[in-house]
T-cell receptor, first 112, second 111 residues
């Protein structure tokens, strides 16, 4: 695939360890947040979302934390697997605006 | 159920040539979007269509035009391609206040 994200920050974790990917969002009026996973040569895929009336949401092996005070979002991946290697993006939007603002992304490398 | 389908998947253009990127969705979503993705950068919104019959500029609309042909289809046109438009282009769809669903992308090179 193409070299999407040549200069992205990279997080390297050992297989089986937990991963934490962070994101600072820009608009204090945003009320809906999404994490996407993008594998090489593919489009972004939805992982998990959270609305501003929550501060934590859990999925299968993933947890999203939202701190509105400091406009910070994090994605926690438990027991990281080789298939988790990808670029991860956060996105924010505000109800009624139809616009999603994406972060620059973090590359996750899983070491065997 | 194909979701969001983009054509073509790859394209090489010469500077000054024109082309149209096609996007079709079978998800019955009202909103459709065109993004570009450059190395080291996040997705940047070119144009969007909140609903059939409407289109609006995003953050990087210069050099592009769009057409919301019907509820299913949203095309992106480059009238006179420039090397700065070399990028990966993604179409996406959504309903109100839900996640956006993306196509597989069109990899465009302008030489």
């Amino acid at each position: 695939g193409e070299s999407v994200g040549l200069h992205l920050p990279t997080l390297s974790v050992q297989e089986g360890d937990n991963s934490i990917i962070n994101c600072a969002y820009s608009n204090s009026a945003s009320d809906y947040f999404i994490w996407y996973k993008q594998e090489s040569g593919k489009g972004p895929q939805f992982i998990i979302d959270i609305r501003s009336n929550m501060d934590k949401r859990q999925g299968q092996r993933v947890t999203v934390l939202l701190n509105k005070t400091v406009k910070h979002l994090s994605l926690q991946i438990a027991a990281t697997q080789p298939g988790d290697s990808a670029v991860y993006f956060c996105a924010e939007t505000r109800s009624g605006t139809y616009k999603y603002i994406f972060g620059t992304g973090t590359r996750l490398k899983v070491l065997a | 159920n194909a979701g969001v389908t983009q054509t073509p998947k790859f394209q090489v253009l010469k500077t000054g040539q024109s082309m149209t990127l096609q996007c079709a969705q079978d998800m019955n979503h009202n909103s459709m979007y065109w993004y570009r993705q450059d190395p080291g950068m996040g997705l940047r919104l070119i144009y969007y269509s909140a609903s059939e019959g409407t289109t609006d500029k995003g953050e990087v609309p210069n050099g592009y035009n769009v057409s919301r042909l019907n509820k299913r289809e949203f095309s992106l046109r480059l009238e006179s391609a420039a090397p700065s438009q070399t990028s990966v282009y993604f179409c996406a769809t959504s309903t109100a206040n839900t996640e956006a669903f993306f196509g597989q992308g069109t990899r465009l090179t302008v030489v």
